[in-house]
């Protein structure tokens, strides 16, 4: 009869320990700093490979909160005029979330390349977020996005050999579509 009690308790806990959700307060409120970023964007920008040789793009980003707002959801498609059809020059997903132990935000970006990046976000100020990346050998990219109109976006690409002279080497301008 003992066993049986034993037994009965060990499911009761386990039972309760599957029931009992983690606090994730924390990180709702940290994503909510993000809520301007919510919505259906479209726009067009431009980008320089090569110093004097820019291309132009039309961008569509749809960014959506997921998970009980535990994390927002990036889908970017940028299209190209190349020889009178649109073609995709840019196609990319993204994950932002709060990182409440490192008290940080961090940006998993994934693109159809295969390419895929867990780097740092920052809010620089309300409104304004940049990330960055790369190293000596590669060069050094930093991004920022400005949201300070609330209904205009425009992200910034900044690029450098040795991490001191930046270069713009990208600039994008959506607005906000309106349902």
């Known amino acids: 009869m003992n066993s049986f009690r034993i037994i009965f308790m060990v499911c009761l806990c386990t039972q309760l320990g599957f029931t009992q959700r983690p606090d994730n307060t924390v990180q709702i409120a940290e994503m909510k ?3 301007g970023f919510i919505g259906d964007w479209n726009g067009n920008g431009w980008i320089e490979y090569r110093p004097g ?15 009980s707002a535990t994390v927002i959801h990036i889908e970017g498609v940028h299209t190209s005029n ?3 059809q649109d073609v995709v020059v ?3 997903l993204g994950i932002i979330s709060f990182d409440p132990v490192a008290q940080q935000y961090r940006f998993r970006s994934y693109l159809a390349t295969g390419i895929s990046q867990d780097i740092e976000l920052k ?14 050998k590669r060069g050094h990219f930093l991004f920022t996005i ?3 109109d609330s209904d205009i976006w425009i992200e910034t690409g900044m690029k450098s050999a040795d991490g001191v002279t930046w270069q713009k080497f990208f600039e994008m ?3 906000r579509q309106k349902l």
């Open 90 to 92: 840019h196609d990319a």
């Open 173 to 175: 301008r959506l607005e």
């Open 82 to 84: 190349i020889k009178g």
């Open 33 to 35: 700093k993000l809520a």
């Open 146 to 148: 400005d949201l300070s």
């Open 53 to 67: 040789q820019r291309s132009e793009f039309k961008g569509k980003e749809t960014i959506l909160p997921k998970l």
């Open 123 to 136: 809010i620089v100020s309300e409104n304004k977020f940049e990330w960055g990346f790369g190293d000596d």
